[in-house]
């Protein structure tokens, strides 16, 4: 499996991003999905997480009520609104999927693909 994350930018606090992720390969729809951050200096740290059936969805408290996860099975994406953002939001975000019919997950350590990253930089 091979991910392609997008949609990171500039944005003036307050203001929206949405992020994409599009997977290759198979058993997309079988993947728990995830979305994880890592701001310089710090560990990566985990935001928001889908389970392959969209019946299960996980947030940080951070994150919590501001940010949306969603996939598209028939596309092969999953997706992160960002609303409302603040300049501690300012990360490079990874998406990442588990194992075919992995359980949803906030660690780190339970995802097996990684994308290679997309930049978010809120000003104040």
């Known amino acids: 499996v091979q991910l392609q994350a997008s949609g990171g930018g500039l944005v003036q606090a307050g203001g929206s991003l949405r992020l994409s992720c599009a997977a290759s390969g198979r058993t997309f729809s079988s993947r728990a999905m995830g979305w994880f951050r890592q701001a310089p200096g710090k560990e990566r740290e985990f935001v928001a997480a889908?389970?392959?059936?969209?019946?299960?969805?996980y947030y940080a408290d951070s994150v919590k009520d501001r940010f949306t996860i969603s996939r598209d099975n028939a596309k092969d994406t999953v997706y992160l609104q960002m609303d409302r953002l603040k300049p501690e939001d300012t990360a490079l975000y990874y998406c990442?999927?588990?194992?075919?019919?992995?359980?949803?997950?906030?660690?780190?350590?339970?995802?097996?693909?990684w994308g290679q990253g997309t930049q978010v930089t809120v000003s104040s």
């Open positions: 990442a999927a588990t194992y075919s019919g992995g359980r949803l997950s906030r660690l780190v350590a339970m995802y097996n693909y």
């Open positions: 889908i389970s392959w059936s969209d019946d299960d969805i």
